[in-house]
Nanobody, 123 residues
């Protein structure tokens, strides 16, 4: 059982930056691909970014490409989401998720989820 704990959310203004962190309890963290998803009020949860087990491959939703960067530190069992040039439409609860071996953009393929962290961007 992998436990994921997100942190780093908050209230910021448009154009600001935030870095989210997701700490995993699993000693074999390096065997898990990681993803970030978000859910805005009244909307379905959507894919944001994903990273391969070794960190060499990343993938982003078009809406965040060029502004967000996903990275991981396997020595610290942590995945990050650096969010720059934030927009009001980025307001959502952000979740990290884990699945073994291969990353995916499909939330149904992730086995483990964190509790989420709120990001609010004011205009």
């Amino acid at each position: 059982q992998v436990q994921l704990i997100e942190s780093g959310g908050g209230l910021v203004q448009a154009g600001d930056s935030l870095r989210l962190s997701c700490a995993a309890s699993e000693r074999t963290f390096s065997s898990y691909a990681m993803g970030w998803f978000r859910q805005a009020p009244g909307k379905e949860r959507e894919f944001v970014a994903a990273i391969s087990v070794n960190g060499r491959s990343t993938y982003y939703a078009d809406s965040v490409k060029g502004r967000f960067t996903i990275s991981r530190d396997n020595a610290k069992n942590t995945v990050y989401l650096q969010m720059n040039t934030l927009k009001p439409e980025d307001t959502a609860v952000y979740y990290c998720a884990a699945r073994q071996t291969y990353w995916s953009t499909k939330e149904s393929l992730y086995n483990y989820w964190g509790q989420g962290t709120q990001v609010t961007v004011s205009s």
